[in-house]
Each structure stands twice: as structure tokens, then as C-alpha cells.
């Protein structure tokens, strides 16, 4: 069964940046689409970027915009958030998911697979 780990997380200033991989066990057939979801406490968790597997396609949350990059290695079966200019808001536990099927890439639900999520924390 394919499993996805996320790795990267830490301790940041404000400012700062840094990098979130998710890498997948194996694949036998490529999704439709990754994505990153964040949960801070006591909050619900919210969608910060996705990207379609064939031809790129990118997505992002109006909170991220701008200063968050997330991209894919298709032959290394990984995805990557680059976080640039951090804020204190952004801490959260990061998830990585994956989506097999069509659909709207935005929706937590839609998503089959996640991993175990990375801790970001952005000091002010």
C-alpha cells in the first residue's frame, strides 16, 4: 500500500523560509493531483496549495499566495512546498494527500491518501 511522509518541518523565524517534501512509498498508477492541507490549533484544517500530477497545474489559497511554491518530481514520486516569507500565522502541522480521481483539487475531502503531517512553527 502506498504511503506518503512528509518531511521538512521545524522551527523558523518570521521571514524566514522552508522547504516541505512529501515523498510516496511506490506507484503503481500516477493521481490525479497532491496537495498540502495545514491544521493550526484549534482551527479547522484549510487547503494551501495543490498540483495536478500531468501538466502541472497549480492551486493556491489566498493566504499562500505569492510567497508559497508547491511542485512535483514525477520520476522521484515527490512533491515539495517551498514556504518563503513566513509569518506566525502559517504554523500549523503540514499534511501532504493525494487525490486519484477528477475533481476539485481545493477539498480536503476529495483526497484518498495523507500522511502523517510535519510540524512548522514561525516564531514572531
Known amino acids: 500500500q502506498v504511503q506518503l511522509v512528509e518531511s521538512g518541518g521545524g522551527l523558523v523565524q518570521a521571514g524566514g523560509s522552508l522547504t516541505l517534501s512529501c515523498a510516496a512509498s511506490?506507484?503503481?498508477?500516477?493521481?490525479?493531483?497532491m496537495a498540502w492541507f495545514r491544521q493550526a490549533p484549534g482551527k479547522e484544517r484549510e487547503f494551501v496549495a495543490a498540483?495536478?500530477?500531468?501538466?502541472?497545474?497549480?492551486y493556491y489559497a489566498d493566504s499562500v499566495k505569492g510567497r508559497f511554491t508547491i511542485s512535483r518530481d514525477n520520476a522521484k514520486n515527490t512533491m515539495a512546498l517551498q514556504m518563503n516569507s513566513l509569518k506566525a500565522e502559517d504554523t500549523a502541522v503540514y499534511s501532504c494527500?493525494?487525490?486519484?480521481?477528477?475533481?476539485?483539487?481545493?477539498?480536503?475531502?476529495?483526497?484518498?491518501?495523507w500522511g502523517q503531517g510535519t510540524q512548522v512553527t514561525v516564531s514572531s
Open positions: 498540483i495536478k500530477w500531468s501538466g502541472g497545474s497549480t
Open positions: 494527500a493525494e487525490k486519484r480521481r477528477t475533481g476539485p483539487v481545493t477539498a480536503a475531502a476529495h483526497y484518498d491518501l
Open positions: 511506490f506507484r503503481a498508477f500516477n493521481p490525479y493531483a
